[in-house]
């Protein structure tokens, strides 16, 4: 797997990383044992940048890679999580806080959970509004300055704020949803990366799963599936967005390939600073997501996928009404 370097100070990840979420939360059932095996096999292919986060259980998706990282060449491996939310003692979430004061209390909880002594990637998971993100920053500053940090990050944010961040510490990457489906962040916000020399993380680069192909309605997901609620995957919007998945799948047909490589493939061909993180808690997934980063189409193929983009407007919003409005445009 080859390696890119997202923002200016060094940080080198593997070119495609590993959304770790569904392993703990949001996507059916967990599966301990299987997802150890999926990290496990991850490093195997040269896929050493895992993305987590306190939110994604909450909590027990740090927990998972705490045990996945024990017995292993920690310098090897790429630790990317994130802070932002409040919870209960009944593990709910109860709003958004990343004063300074919190940001330090969720760093020790990230820390021991993932049983490290530092984070590579620390992000700020959503936005907060009560606290000026030239005050979270700085305290992020202080963190890579005591050592428990390496590089910081931000996600869901526009271009104002990412600029009001950087001038306070240097960003080493953006987190935001980019696919096939969700191209938004190509007006304004990677051209502002690329101005400010800022990686981009694109997650959900299979939509969820749903440019794979292998979601055909509803029943093929759990009961406690999230995507269930998802704007995207409800009714007639399922019916008009299912129509970029068959033109995905004839392009993949015809190539030898797979939908999901193809949407893999599309990101990396988007820019040396954007490094996709697609998310899987199965084995047979992520070998086939690793055949993306060798994945060789004919510029004809690609030029055949733009156009049908150019023509597609993806029904239904990105969240239900309530992740919309963590979202920051600005």
Known sequence: MQKRILGGHGLTVSAMGLGCMGMSWAYGPANPAESLKTLHRSLDLGINFW???????????????????????????????????????QGERTGLDSSPAHIRQSIEGSLRRLKTDYIDLYYQHRLDPKTPIEDTVGALAELVKAGKVRHIGLSEVGPETIRRAHAVHPLSALQTEYSLWERGVEKAILPTLRELGIGFVAYSPMGRGFLTGGIKNLDALSASDGRRSHPRFQGEN?????????????????????????????????????????GTKHVAYLEENAGAAHLDLPESAWANLEKTLASFHTAGLRFPEDGMKMISVE
Request: net charge positive; aromatic share 10%; charged share 25%.
């Open 51 to 89: 993305d987590t986060a306190e939110m994604y259980g909450p909590f027990a998706n740090e927990e998972l890679i705490g045990r996945a990282l024990q017995g292993k060449s920690r310098q090897d491996i790429v630790i990317a999580t994130k802070f932002a939310f409040k919870f209960n003692s």
């Open 238 to 278: 399922f019916d008009r967005n299912f129509k970029l998945v068959e033109a995905v799948r004839d392009i993949a047909a015809a190539h030898g390939a797979t939908p999901a490589q193809i949407a893999i493939a599309w990101l990396l061909k988007k820019g040396e600073n954007i490094v996709p993180i697609p």
